[in-house]
Each structure stands twice: as structure tokens, then as C-alpha cells.
């Protein structure tokens, strides 16, 4: 009996400690689970928000491009970069986003997830969403697109005035679906260039020197706009902005939707420092190019120029977006005053070689990206850059605090690789348009009484043609070039 009652009493003490067990390891796992849930909500949150101030860049992109042309082009230019939001979402969506981060080829560019089909699956009744980190893929891909379309938005402003529609249209949409993705898969998907090592957080190379080489390309292939040469074949200067107000409103609403562009790029918020030190930076990097571009351009004019300052912002901005977590913030604030500089000098070039760029896109966003890439190599902050497998962490240093020469020839492989690609395929692009008469819009807009608003879209504005006296080339008033878009 006595031992009848010890086995029951054994098997009683079991099972207490079995719902003890259950009970608490229940609890445990809700505990873990509930932050877990709690923390991918933030994330998403986080990105959603950021990527709606990128894609709200649109809108300055628009205000900026449209201020510093002239008021007779101004439908023509809002259309576009309207459009231009649009078109990429459907290309991204279609092609775009499956070459960027999809299955990698050999490193060059990716394979699958075509029209978003491995994002969702419908499996029993249940939806299963894919996830990228602590995010769904659906999430990221809108806060991707929306980097997508700056690329192609850039390029708009050096066509300005003289690109035809339907042109425009359709080299959107292949920057959007191939060109800009591939390079997005080199660096950001996994490919040959992130194999090596090569530090872009957030699109110095990847949205801006690709926007902005394509741009040059663009502009070369277009020629200038008839207005740049006088009747005596003399290169005439930039032709006055018609709207300072509506540029300087653009580039605030620009630098504001910046704190989305690289804050957001650490796609959640579970490291709260580095979002603060991506901000940080950013701002630093913006306000001393802004004020080195400022007093640079005051040492050759003797004049306070707003255009120049509106122009060392953006070229900051620029500038730091590589950079803006590898880097320390005294560091940020070099690489800004190097970029106010850089930006002058670029302008200045693309005009020597006559170069109808109505926006300052080259200059602002390749000159100054290129430059915020390479200055990795050069600040790279120990415990900020990465390394890859089996490479000491110690050559992700930059060069003036100690490194080597590891990541500076890794950063300048990087951007000279994305240069030669970019160009080449903005070279065959353009010059298939061309080649079928859809590159340059009729040459009937080319007479100063007929402008691309009412040659492309019936919507004539009141010309602002210039005083007879820059047309034929005497007593022209030196401009300073147009700003970055």
C-alpha cells in the first residue's frame, strides 16, 4: 500500500511539474514572441514613414527643376517628373526590383521575385508574407522604389526644355526596370561589389552617380538648347531662373525628405545611435557644404548667391549619403566643405565644354557622389565599416586614421566600375531613341516663338524671352550655373 502510494505521489509531483513547466514556458514564450512582434512593428513603421519623406522628394525634385528653367518649359518639366513616379513603380515592381534583389547570377544581377511573386504566398487559406530582416518584402519594396525613382528624376532636370515626351517616357521606365537595378544588386542585393567590400549606406553611388552620369550622357547626346548660342556662334551663359522661390522651396523640401533618404536606410530602429548619427551627420554634411559653396562663390562674384547656396546644400547632402554611418561627425563636416567646393568646379567644367546641363545635375549629384564615396576610403571611423568574410576588419579603415589603402582602392573600384557601366548604357539608350527620332523633341521648338509647352502639351505660359541683346551675344550678364536636381 505504502508503496502503491509513493508511485502515486511520484507520478502526481510530475505532472504539477509538468503544468509548471508548461505554464512558465508558455509565458516565456509569449515574452519572447510579444517583442519580437512589437519591434518588427516599430521597423515597419519606421520604414514606411521614411520612405514616404523620400518619395515626398518628388515633389522638391518638381519645385527645384521647374524654378531654375525657364517659365515656358514649366508644364513640360512638372509633367515629367510627375509621370516619372509613376512609371517607376510599375517598372520597379515588373523587373526592377527582382534584378536588384533577387537571386544573384554570378554576382552581376538577380534572377527572381519578378513582379514581387515570391513576396506573398496564398497557401490552405493562409497568406504568408516574405520577410527582408525584421521587415516584409512588400515594405521594403516601396521604400526601394521610391529610391528608384529619384535615379530617374535626376536625370530629367539636365534634359530639361529640349527631351521629347514620349523619349522621356520610355527611358524612365528602362532606368527604373534594368540600369539603375543592376547596380542596386552589385552593392545592395549581394553582388560582386558588396562581396568586396564596398560601403554606399545610402546612394552616393547607387541613386546619385547613376542618376547623375546618366544625366551627363543625356544631355551630350541632346545637344544644347538653341538658346545657349548666340547668332555669332558664341556659347551664351545660363539663362536667368524664372522662379527663385519656387527652387528654394524644392531644395528645403529636398534636404527635409534627405532625413528620410539616409535615417531610413537602416531599414528598422533597433540601433538608435546610428539613426542618430546618420542624422546627425547628414546635417553637418549639408550645412558646411552649403556655407563653403556660399563664401567660395562670394571670393569670385563679391556677391551673396542664392543659386550657389542652394546648390553647396544639395551637393552636401550628396556628398554624405555614402558615408553618413561609416564616418565620424568632424568627418561629415570635412566632406560637406570639400562638396561646396567640388560642386563649383564641376559646374564650371560642364559649361567649359559646352554642356546645356539647365539644373546642375552632374555636378551636384555625380561630381559630389563620386566624391562622398571615395571619402570612405579616406574617414572610414573604426567600429562604423564592416568587412567582409575573411578579410581583417582592420583594411576597412580609412586611410587618415590608419587603414591603408584597402577601402580607398575598394571605394574607387566601386565608383569607377559604376562611371564605365552607367555610361555605356546610357550611351546605347539614348542612342536608340535618338536613332528613331525619340530623343530631342522637334527642332520647331528650337524657334524662340514656339516653346515645348505648347508645342508638347497646349499649355503655352506667357514667354520670358530674353532681351535682345543676350540673343545676339553683347552685354550678357554672367549667370551663376543652375543648381543640382
Known sequence: MNKRNRHLRRLLAIGIASLVLAAFGGTAHAQDTAPMATQTAVDTTWVLVTGFLVFFMQCGFAMLETGLIRQTSAVNALLENFVDAGLTAIAF?????????????GGLIGTSNFFLSDAVQFTGGNVIYAQTGTIDTLTFFFFQFAFAATASTITTGAMAERTDFIGDLIYSVIMGAVSYPIIVHWVWGGGWLAQQGFHDFAGSTVVHTVGGVTALVGAIMLGPRAIRWSKDKKWLPLPPAHNLGLATIGTMILWFGWYGFNPGSTLGTGNTGLIGLVVLNTTLGAGAAMLSCMFYQYGRSKKWDLIYTLNGSLAGLVA????????????????????????????DTVERFHIDDPVGAFAVHAACGIWGTVAIGLFGQPGLTFAPAGVDVATR???????????????????????IFTAVFAFVMFGALKAVGLLHVSKKVDDITIFIDDYEHAQAITPDIRPPASLDGSAVSVKAPAIGD
Not at 515588373?94 to 534584378?99: K, P
Not at 554624405?320 to 570639400?338: H, K
Not at 580609412?398 to 566601386?414: A, D, K
Open 397 to 419: 579603415t580609412g586611410l587618415l586614421l590608419g587603414g591603408g589603402f584597402g577601402l580607398l582602392g575598394v571605394q574607387i573600384l566601386g565608383s569607377a566600375a559604376t562611371i
Open 320 to 347: 554624405i549619403t555614402a558615408g553618413c554611418a561609416f564616418v565620424a561627425p568632424w568627418a561629415a563636416l570635412v566632406i560637406g566643405l570639400v562638396a561646396g567646393v567640388v560642386v563649383i568646379i564641376a559646374a
Open 93 to 105: 515592381w515588373a523587373v526592377g526590383f527582382g534584378i536588384a534583389f533577387g537571386t544573384s547570377a
